[in-house]
């Protein structure tokens, strides 16, 4: 790290095989530089690229020449390419906060021991997320980092939507619905506000559809009620994760199959959703230029899937205003987007075919045609600007736009 020149603060989002980061002002406003490290421990691949020139730089390792370790040296290595940088501070992206974290907190010793016993609870994210704020802390000791939980956005939940109906000693336990993607609503929240205000106040559903896929009913900017709950597996279909399961089944696969609890997590999270039906891809684009059946009824389950619990959200909020669509497959995929328009035809969307195929680019995001009760709009998401931004308020930067 160079110590001269603005202060930046730069953004980790550390997952199993991958790490995307991004550097901003101080203010966590303008992104200087974003990449990501790819293929961890199958096909290492580092790509970043440059904000104000768009130049794009490169590397490549063998499968054991980069683990978690060495690819977050990588990352630093990528920021110092930025001239005359000084990192002032890492935001991180930490999928849960348990009970007590309802808010971006900065971590110490404490807080990092907290965040650890959590491990259990998010077991496939939770450790990525966490190494690299203990790798950072061991090399660059005084360096302040934040962490940013996909959790708390869902805190404003009334006790109802987040309990299971189990004896209620467990939720006292934690075992309650939590919610997910919750930077991605934040940002959704805060740019709705910005291009259509009066919807942004109402009822609006947000579906984040990527290869985790969610969906969050929204009053007035907050969260009431999510398809996600205890772990990110629930709810909808995903791209390798099967979504909301009859309990009994687990029950049956682990009595009778005979399969351990390992196993089981590896089937739920890994080998279904979209994989698992189509038999060839997890990836939605893959799957829209295959001529296979499997492939079809893959999509047409994820598109079921998402219309279903649209109703069940609609529900819960009493009516709707506006369904936003989001992430890879939401701002991408008109195909997915006509589809769920369709099924949500009874709640009063009423589509348009042109203003769709084009993502709304020429109507402020609006799919829908004009008298449609419900406004459909496809808002690109912006989890790392979300977590820059909380990073700069909590360590006060913010102001300094
Ligand atoms: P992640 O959860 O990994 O951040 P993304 O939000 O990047 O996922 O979404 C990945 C999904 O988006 C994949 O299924 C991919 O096929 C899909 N996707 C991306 N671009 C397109 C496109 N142009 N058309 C259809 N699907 C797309």
Known sequence: ??????????????????????????AGRDRRLHGQVEGIGTNPHL???????????ERRWAADELDHDSATREVFAAAATMPGVRLSAVGHRVVHGGIFHCGPVRVDDRVLADL????????????????????????????PQVACFDTAFHQTQPAIAQTFALPRAYFAKGIRRYGFHGHSYAYI??????????????????????NGASLCAMRDGHSVASTMGFTAVDGLMMGTRCG?????????????????????????YRR????????????MRTLRASSAPEAAEAVALFEYRVVREIGSLAATLGG??????????????????????????WLGVVADAGRN?????????????????????????????MIARHTADVLGTAAKA
């Open 1 to 26: 790290m160079q110590q001269s020149g603005p202060d930046c603060l730069a953004v980790i989002n550390a997952g199993s095989s991958s790490i995307k980061f991004a550097l901003y002002d101080a």
């Open 47 to 57: 790509a970043w690229v440059m904000g104000d020139s768009g130049e794009r730089f």
């Open 116 to 143: 650890a016993g959590l491990i259990p609870l998010a077991p496939l994210h939770q450790p990525h997320n966490l190494a690299p704020i203990k790798a950072i802390a061991a090399r660059y000791p005084d360096l």
């Open 189 to 210: 929240a805060q740019r709705l506000h910005q291009v259509a205000p009066g919807l942004a106040r109402g009822r609006v559903i947000v579906a984040h559809l990527g």
């Open 244 to 268: 909301a399961i009859d309990p009994g089944v687990i029950l049956y696969l682990m009595d009778e199959e005979g399969l351990d609890s390992r196993t089981v997590a590896d089937l739920l």
């Open 272 to 283: 279904s959703g979209l994989l698992g039906i189509s038999g060839i891809s997890s990836d």
């Open 320 to 345: 709707v205003d506006a369904i936003v669509f989001t992430a890879g497959i939401g701002e991408n995929d008109s195909a997915t987007r006509a589809a769920v328009m369709a099924g949500c035809a």
């Open 357 to 385: 195929s084009n993502a709304g680019k020429e109507t402020g995001g609006r799919i829908t045609a004009d008298g449609s009760a419900v406004a459909g709009l496809v808002i690109p998401t912006d989890e790392e600007g």
